[in-house]
């Protein structure tokens, strides 16, 4: 396998964890299971919003308003996979 594209993929795996963990923690948060207020959630919720709010704006922005329900972390990941897959395609057919 190409170095580049085995970097490509295993970034895209990481940020898609790291989106996955943002998600998991907003829910604990917001269900009163996870003290925001302690110092190790907060900092840990502080990164995990850094990292992946810059994608997730731009989205956020251009979906309609539904409420209380956040659909843009499932487009982005959508959107992550189909990069990855079209790349991967793209990169073993030349």
């Known amino acids: 396998m190409n170095p580049l594209l085995w970097l490509f993929n295993t970034i895209i795996e990481i940020y ?3 989106l996955l963990a943002y998600v998991i923690l907003t829910l604990l948060i917001n269900f009163n299971i996870v003290n925001s207020r ?18 997730l704006a731009p989205i956020r922005r251009r979906l ?8 843009s972390p499932v487009i982005l990941l959508l959107a992550l996979q189909f ?4 790349v991967n395609y793209y990169a073993r057919s030349l």
Do not use: K, W
């Open 64 to 71: 309609p308003n539904l409420g209380p329900i956040d659909i």
């Open 83 to 86: 990069v990855q897959v079209t």
């Open 16 to 18: 898609s964890f790291l």
């Open 38 to 55: 302690q110092p190790i959630v907060s900092a840990i919720g502080e990164f995990l919003y850094r990292i992946t709010e810059p994608l």
